[in-house]
């Protein structure tokens, strides 16, 4: 279901984008792009109070300590109503400083609607983190088929309907308000699942202050590194809209949804596995179980992202011109920048998780708040002169340092992960994908194909079989093979069972 949600949004992202440029237009696209970096700085609150939930939710239903469990809620639905407070004040002030900032770069329009699209925006930002309990509930439950499954309802009927209301109202707020509609729907129905089938008890039996104090010090960290990252990847967007205006904002937003199309394909392995890491952690202390998982988890991941990213390499050009249309050649540039370090960083993301569960999330936040400061400076010098490519260099330069470098440095250093095999049993994976990779660019481009649909898809049906070849028989361990033949096996014997079913009817 992980991999059926990630699949779709890809697939919603590659066919929405298009249709949204063309039915609301490059400006009005380019700034709900950069209204949405605007807000983005909102969702740190959500952010914080959504990793504070799940991690001491998880810690105590590991323990079975149902006190501590309603507890955790109690005590977090306290911390809500100042949230809500503070988040309603910040929208009133960013309306206050996009007028000032951006006066002279926006018709008056467009600073009309961009002050409704953060009151609208801010409103969805509060229904979500009104859920964040519920999340917690059953992402501890384990209940990841339902979860998902409501989000991948909402990520396919969400575009539906944005796409009906803007053919009558071709407007960035009218995207807005139809994510709200549909966002509020989708989190009334996890409510009720967590209250009535799984029983979430948000009642504060007691005013816990350690608990309190813990899970304020746990958020002081996550909102350090939540800040880090909508510094890191909204400002760019926010100083080439100063610099350029919306049009270049619009180009590189074209890349960064390419980026953020890869970014589910990272998380969908990982994002299942905090329960079994706390249970690693608080239970049995086994470090070196969750070096192995660590590994393991990193290099099944790893696959998915990188038939994309190397799939991109070869045939991204030809995406972006039939798919954005003319005008848009930068974005491939941008999205390629930003894919390849950013790689690293999502293959390792059960590494977050592991810091969450052993409580070492504060060096992430301290990194990528220097990280998000290198890579503002890089940017002004960089894009003024490269414009949005500018930009991404300056991203994937931190992005390299920060996640690629330091962090895998920390990982060893402090966790005690062993990541010299890790990077060892990395590099064997990923070597025959280079070469594949290398070889595919140099005949796509050496054949010169006509920039057509069928040609493209031709050429990414022919890749994606190499490269599931290579996979099996040259990348992949006994493990995953075992993974491979298991999942074949069972495929296998579904289809079987049907077949007799379908005799017995006949």
């Not at 202390?285 to 038939?307: C, G, K, N």
């Amino acid at each position: 279901m992980s991999y059926a949600y990630s699949a779709a949004q890809v697939i919603v992202n590659l066919i929405y984008v298009p249709l949204l440029l063309g039915g609301i237009g490059k400006a009005e696209y380019g700034l709900f792009q950069m209204i949405g970096s605007v807000i983005a700085y909102l969702n740190v609150i959500n952010s914080t109070l959504s990793a504070g939930a799940t991690r001491y939710y998880s810690k105590y239903y590991v323990l079975g300590d149902k006190d501590g469990m309603s507890n955790t809620l109690g005590i977090l639905k306290r911390i809500y109503r100042w949230a809500n407070f503070i988040l309603s004040a910040a929208a009133v002030i960013l309306t206050v400083t996009v007028r000032l900032v951006y006066a002279k770069s926006f018709t008056p329009w467009e600073l009309t609607e961009s002050c409704l699209l953060i009151a609208v925006l801010a409103v969805n930002l509060i229904v979500t983190m009104n859920n964040t309990i519920s999340i917690a509930v059953i992402t501890s439950h384990e209940e990841f088929v339902f979860l998902r499954a409501t989000m991948l309802a909402t990520t396919v009927l969400q575009p539906l309907l944005v796409l009906v209301a803007i053919k009558f109202f071709p407007y960035a707020l009218t995207v807005s308000i139809t994510q709200l509609i549909a966002n509020t729907i989708c989190r009334t129905i996890q409510h009720v699942y967590a209250e009535r089938k799984l029983g979430m008890d948000s009642k504060l039996r007691w005013l816990d202050k350690d608990l309190e104090k813990g899970l304020l010090a746990f958020s002081g960290a996550i909102i350090l590194a939540a800040v880090a990252d909508q510094i890191f990847w909204k400002t760019d967007q926010l100083i080439l809209g100063f610099m350029y205006g919306t049009g270049v904002v619009a180009v590189y937003s074209v890349g960064s949804q390419v980026v953020n199309a890869y970014l589910p394909l990272g998380t969908a392995v990982s994002s299942v596995f905090l329960p079994k890491v706390s249970q690693l952690w608080h239970k049995d202390h086994d470090i070196h179980a969750i070096s192995e998982l660590f590994t393991r988890v990193s290099r099944v991941a790893l696959y998915p992202l990188l038939i994309v990213l190397t799939g991109f390499i070869v045939f991204g050009q030809t995406f972006i011109r039939l798919w954005a249309g003319p005008g848009y050649q930068d974005a491939y540039w941008v999205a390629v920048i930003e894919l390849v370090p950013f790689t690293i960083d999502l293959a390792q993301n059960i590494g977050l998780t592991i810091l969450q569960v052993l409580n070492k999330y504060g060096f992430r936040a301290e990194m990528y708040i220097v990280s998000a400061v290198l890579n503002i400076f890089l940017t002004i010098i960089l894009a003024a002169r490269f414009g949005s490519v500018g930009a991404a260099i300056s991203s994937g330069i931190a992005m390299f340092i920060s996640s690629g470098l330091i962090l895998n440095w920390y990982y060893a250093a402090r966790i005690r992960l062993d990541m010299k095999a890790y990077w060892a049993s990395i590099a064997r994976q990923t070597f025959p994908f280079i070469i594949l990779c290398a070889a595919a660019t140099w005949g796509w481009n050496a054949l010169s194909f006509p920039a057509r649909w069928g040609t493209l898809l031709l050429g990414i049906i022919l890749y994606t079989l190499a490269f599931l070849i290579v996979a099996y028989l040259v990348s992949a361990n006994s493990y995953e093979r075992g993974l491979v033949r298991r999942a074949v096996g069972r495929l296998s014997r579904g289809k079987a069972i049907s077949r007799k079913q379908h005799g017995k009817h006949a």
